[in-house]
């Protein structure tokens, strides 16, 4: 199993550009999140969706979009680039049954704005 | 609302020596605790968990004790390495409820000098 994979690994964005963050696992989790890791700030909560087409948002969702229209897939829209957005995103899966729901992370997207 | 605090860092420790990180936590509902490792340019991975009160997660030499009385999730390890340098982080998760969705705490860094 590949697991939770992210592409791309590192992008360089200009102000104003848009990008699309790319997230699937294949563990068939009905759970996905996407962070954003900021030094000094820990993890923080961007989107995150219990099921295809359902979605809600977290802590910090401003300038972010998402939608979840298969299991496997949870994109992250950046809808116009800004400095502020420069961080390290992580995508993460999880189940909802059971009785532990560990979250299982991908390798991230290193995201610049300039 | 649910919530993890973790010992402030970043700690700076020799090889063979004790590592203690704290862990407390608050939460509404019956949580699930999970210590997490980050190492240099990588995403998180689970490094234990404990599901119950007074149950022991362990892995790689690493152990924490749910205590429900005291709301702490202690990570201890009894002689550390070069290699266990990371950022550590603690995390919840509620069974039910807003299944999947954890809490985490900002990180603790773990430099070991030989």
């Known amino acids: 199993n590949a697991g939770v994979t992210q592409t791309p690994k590192f992008q360089v964005l200009k102000t104003g550009q848009s990008m699309t963050l790319q997230c699937a696992q294949d563990m068939n989790h009905e759970y996905m999140s996407w962070y954003r890791q900021d030094p000094g700030m820990g993890l923080r909560l961007i989107h995150y969706s219990v099921g295809a087409g359902i979605t809600d948002q977290g802590e910090v969702p401003n300038g972010y979009n998402v939608s979840r229209s298969t299991t496997e897939d949870f994109p992250l829209r950046l809808l116009s680039a800004a400095p502020s957005q420069t961080s390290v995103y992580f995508c993460?899966?999880?189940?909802?049954?059971?009785?532990?729901?560990?979250?299982?992370f991908g390798p991230g997207t290193r995201l610049t704005v300039t | 609302g649910n919530s993890v605090t973790q010992m402030e860092g970043p700690v700076t420790l020799s090889e063979e020596a004790f590592l203690t990180i704290n862990c407390t936590y608050t939460?509404?509902?019956?949580?699930?605790l999970f210590w997490y490792v980050q190492y240099p340019g990588e995403g998180l991975q689970l490094l234990l968990k404990a599901t119950k009160a007074d149950d022991k997660g362990s892995n790689k030499g690493f152990e924490a004790t749910y205590r429900k009385e005291t709301t702490s999730f202690h990570l201890e390890k009894g002689s550390v390495q070069v290699s266990d340098s990371a950022v550590y982080f603690c995390?919840?998760?509620?069974?039910?409820?807003?299944?999947?969705?954890?809490?985490f705490g900002d990180g603790t860094t773990l430099t070991v000098k030989p």
């Open positions: 995390a919840l998760s509620i069974l039910g409820g807003d299944a999947g969705k954890s809490t």
């Open positions: 939460a509404t509902g019956y949580p699930s």
């Open positions: 993460a899966s999880s189940r909802t049954s059971g009785y532990s729901y560990e979250q299982y």
